[in-house]
């Protein structure tokens, strides 16, 4: 494979048993887990392994992703955390774009200040063995062209050793944009770049559309997120052409679901983001779990 893939961390999904179940089939040659969130304490240590276990159990590189705004708590946190050889890194999320997380100042809400931004990288990866970190990040908070402030002070720093990059602005949430418009700021956000290696997110649900952003804009590599879900063994398909197609992949993965320990209301929200609330699939799933109460 040319570049780097990587699959989303997707809060609210990627707990516990499902990193398990994904790894049990090799779906993911690498993670980011979803992010451990520091607000004025830092959870205890016992409570933060306990996400993320399943992952560090994978077999495969595991990057914990942190999000918060009080750089020393970060940087402790970080500390702990790298302390366990199976964490291969450190990502700081500046990109989430909740109401509720950049209400209080987290997230999205912290590319309002690029300078804080870097000098948080600067405090929280002198923590961790080798003295960086990597960011995920959108384009901005309003505008797009805040990335041409906000990305240089970020690889200035010297400790930003990658960057994960959403082309959308946390304003614009997840609204649909033309794709010559998210590659445009892919590009641009690449050449800002300079030499800190760049990866592309957002809207990507194949390998031909990983191929084209990746040829289009110079990134070094793709993060996918849910539209693997519907597509599970699409990371493996980068790899692997004789991959499960999605309709038998999908399959499989549930049976892993299942098979992990995952029950209940956590495995109907599973199966809907596997195959949509309205196919006959779900529906099955739904009278087949329900029949067991």
């Not at 590009?187 to 592309?200: D, F, M, Q, T």
């Amino acid at each position: 494979m040319k570049f780097e893939v990587w699959p989303g961390p997707m809060e609210g999904v990627g707990r516990g048993e499902f990193a398990g179940a994904a790894a049990m089939l090799k779906l993911a040659p690498r993670w980011m887990t979803p992010f451990i969130r520091i607000t004025e304490v830092i959870p205890a240590e016992r409570k933060i392994f306990k996400s993320i276990v399943p992952y560090l159990d994978s077999g495969v590189p595991v990057t914990v992703q942190l999000m918060g705004n009080n750089a020393n708590l970060l940087r402790e946190c970080a500390s702990t955390v790298t302390a366990n050889p199976a964490v291969s890194g450190i990502n700081l999320n500046f990109g989430c774009p909740s109401s509720r997380v950049v209400k209080h100042g987290a997230g999205g809400a912290m590319l309002k200040n690029p300078a804080l931004l870097a000098d948080l990288c600067k405090t929280v990866a002198d923590g961790v063995p080798g003295g960086t970190v990597s960011v995920k990040l959108r384009s901005g908070f309003i505008n797009a062209d805040e990335m041409e402030d906000i990305i240089p002070q970020l690889t200035a720093s010297g400790v930003v050793d990658k960057i994960f990059f959403h082309y959308r602005t946390v304003s614009e949430n997840y609204s649909s944009l033309p794709l010559p418009l998210r590659e445009e700021r892919i590009k641009r956000a690449v050449e800002l770049c300079g030499s800190v290696p760049l990866i592309a997110n957002g809207d990507i649900s194949s390998v031909a559309d990983a191929e084209r952003v990746v040829d289009f804009t110079g990134a070094a590599g793709v993060m996918i997120a849910r539209p693997w879900l519907r597509d599970p063994f699409l990371l493996r398909r980068f790899s692997d052409p004789d991959a499960p197609a999605a309709d038998r992949g999908r399959e499989l993965f549930f049976s892993a679901l299942k098979e992990s320990g995952i029950t209940g209301g956590a495995l109907i929200e599973l199966a809907k983001l596997l195959w949509g609330v309205k196919s006959p699939e779900f529906q099955r799933c739904v009278e087949s779990l329900q029949s067991q109460d």
